[in-house]
């Protein structure tokens, strides 16, 4: 089945600079890859997401890249604002199986 | 809009004892998941259903996990005897039900076994 891996674990940045997570999945099958920020207590939120016919996409502040061939996919947050604090998740989906990298907590500093 | 709808938010039992947490999806939407997540992990599926038909329990402990989703709407995921180990966020999500479709998370369940 699919594995994902996600990384770093934690990533610790200042109010103002970017943030970058990266996943890797194993199923070349897999076709949909969304990211999921989830703050404490509270439920998984989609915040962008990408398809396989597609290699970027962007929504204001947050952009994610999808590599086909190294099975990679990368979200970018650019101007970090406290408020991005939180645990992102990446995952990828094939047939509505979907499988979710460890996740990385992401902390902005003010 | 309204979400998915989870109850209840926490549950505390003593282990053996069985208990029970409940799902309404997105109205219109086929497909109902069930997960679990551990503290700072990622979910982990527990069971898809596409309609009423559970299509994927292969990682649902049948020993003492069972869910139902009767008439292809709201669903119900028991667990008995409750086991220590099972101390766990457990979350639905549900989508339209095409193919790789977005999945929408519920507030979950915090299930504590004492």
């Known amino acids: 089945g699919e594995n994902v891996e996600q990384h770093p674990s934690t990533l610790s940045v200042q109010e103002g600079d970017s943030a970058v997570i990266k996943c890797t999945y194993s199923d070349s099958a897999s076709n949909y890859f969304p990211w999921y920020k989830q703050e404490l207590g509270k439920r998984p939120q989609l915040i962008i997401d990408i398809r396989s016919n597609v290699g970027e996409k962007k929504d204001q502040r947050i952009a994610v890249t999808l590599n086909k061939t190294a099975k990679h996919f990368s979200l970018h947050i650019t101007e970090t604002q406290p408020e991005d604090s939180a645990v992102y998740f990446c995952?990828?989906?094939?047939?509505?199986?979907?499988?979710f990298g460890a996740g990385t907590r992401l902390t902005v500093k003010p | 809009e309204a979400g998915v709808v989870q109850s209840p938010r926490y549950k505390i039992i003593e282990k053996k004892q069985p208990v029970a947490f409940w799902c309404n999806p997105i109205s219109g939407h086929n497909t109902l998941y069930w997960y679990l997540q551990n503290l700072g992990q990622g979910p982990e599926l527990l069971i898809r259903?596409?309609?009423?038909?559970?299509?994927?329990d292969s990682q649902l402990p049948k020993d003492r996990f069972s869910a139902e989703r009767l008439k292809g709407v709201d669903s119900t995921l028991k667990i008995q005897p409750a086991e220590l180990g099972d101390s766990a966020v457990y979350l639905c999500a549900s989508s339209l039900g095409r193919s790789s479709d977005t999945q929408y998370f519920g507030p979950g369940t915090r299930l504590t076994v004492l």
């Open positions: 259903y596409e309609n009423e038909e559970a299509v994927d």
């Open positions: 995952a990828a989906t094939h047939n509505n199986d979907m499988r």
